[in-house]
């Protein structure tokens, strides 16, 4: 209520009614709205300047007051027009660029106390009423400062905004192991293709050794007779002990130990090379 005091004791001499004050009142909450005072009367006249004190003459007419707004962007004029009816005054507002109009009526003696015109301490009553009638019923919603301005954040905050909150910029990133990419899913199923296909080349290389035994009248030599299973094939070889079946036959036991495909795929490649040379000799 600072500046309305300062208003109200602008213009304390030209109150000489209860309607003067009320004038004034409502003239404030317009300003504080943001908006200011053009001047008097319906039309625009020459040389006139916004403020937020009421202009000359504004009190002359105790009938009719007319005043007239521009807002602190220079988007919209306002009119504001109060006529008095016995012990009330009837307030009609209109916005020249929507043109829009509010009214309120307002009866005076609830808000202005005629026997303190000249106090401003007790001047005016029931204040708080007053102006949630006014900003429901009459007033223009409040204009801010810059409003409708996109608000620009300092080109530091944007930065900031940017990076993650809790990276620190002078750290420097660890190197760690370079990630290994998954195996190909065709080089899978590849492998699981060749482990099926040695398997049954096992199978078939048991049951074909085991035909040509009969056929040749010979017998498995994984015996008590043969070597340790530990002793290289070369040293079989040259020992004299193994005949090309019975190679065969003693390669084929000795693959159950082996666990590794690339294992299995050179005594199976030894099995296939030894069943060659067991049909040579035979025929």
Known sequence: MAGLELLFNCVANSITCSQDALICFVHWEIVKSGYKCLGIGDEPKDGEKSSELLPPGWSESKELYALRYRSNDDKSNLLLKAF???????????????????????????????ANLQTFESVFKNTDELITKLKSSLLPPKKEEGQG????????QRVSNLRDPHSDPLLIPSRGPPSRQPPNCSMRALTAALCLLFEALRVLCVWRCR???ERLG???PVSASLP???ASLGDLGKSGWLKPTQTFIYLLERSHE???????SLTFIS??????LSIKKNK
């Open 218 to 220: 010979e017998r498995c």
């Open 228 to 230: 340790t299973k530990t």
């Open 149 to 156: 301005k996109t608000e620009k954040k300092p080109k530091s």
């Open 84 to 114: 008095t009816v016995d012990s009330t005054l009837i307030f009609n507002l209109m916005d020249s660029t929507t043109e829009k109009v509010t009214d309120l009526t307002v009866n005076v003696s609830e808000y202005v106390d005629e």
């Open 258 to 264: 082996i666990s590794s495909l690339r294992s299995d």
């Open 211 to 213: 035909l040509w035994t």
């Open 271 to 276: 099995c296939l090379f030894c069943m060659s």
